[in-house]
């Protein structure tokens, strides 16, 4: 029903009836909208008496009235605009500061497959496809959600979380700490 036709409006009848639901059966025929929730779409420029005739809204000419395009974002009419007046962003974004380091996961329940009183690292993991191609070339070892079950494996990694080292050395293992750049053993 459109919000202004009152012969629908005051057609109460129909709708009583029709929401008598045990007695009616909707068929396409007596289907209808629900008065005021469907509403005519505005026609702009369709003459005086609706108030958006003739300019719709727009004023009178001017570069906003006119179709198509109008200026680009962030332009105010020739004045300095806010993004070129304020400064620049100081700091190159890989600057000190800028870069956060990050790591290639391994979690502990991918080193369940390692052999007592082996050694391990990211190389000889994904040889044993315990782990999946990484584009990372630094890799941290931390606990994850499975259980650790590997006994007296030294483990070769850029770094632990505490509690991926206090696990691996409760169950007789070694942590040794790699060099990111050479990869050689740092520490442990």
């Known amino acids: 029903y459109e919000n202004f036709d009152w012969k629908k409006r005051a057609d109460t009848a129909t709708i009583e009836q029709l929401n008598d639901v045990e007695n009616t059966e909707f068929t396409f025929d007596n289907l209808a909208p629900a008065p005021g929730s469907r509403k005519n779409k505005k026609r702009k420029g369709r003459g005086i008496s609706a108030g958006q005739g003739a300019t719709c809204g727009f004023g009178m000419r001017g570069q906003k009235s006119r179709s198509g395009p109008n200026v680009r974002n962030g332009f105010e009419g020739g004045q300095q605009p806010l993004y070129r ?3 620049k962003f100081v700091g190159r974004p890989m600057g000190p500061g800028h870069s956060k380091t990050e ?12 052999a007592a009183g082996e050694t391990c690292n990211y190389a000889s993991l994904l040889e044993s496809k315990a782990v999946t191609k990484s584009k990372l070339n630094i890799h941290k070892v931390v606990v994850g959600k499975g259980d650790f079950s590997a006994k ?8 632990f979380t505490k509690s991926a080292r ?8 070694k942590c040794q700490i790699l060099k990111p750049t050479t990869g050689e053993v740092i520490e442990g």
């Open 85 to 87: 007046r304020l400064p």
């Open 103 to 114: 790591y290639n996961i391994i979690k502990l329940d991918e080193l369940n497959g390692v």
């Open 152 to 159: 007296d494996v030294t483990v070769q990694a850029h770094a």
């Open 166 to 173: 206090e696990a691996i050395e409760a169950a007789g293992g």
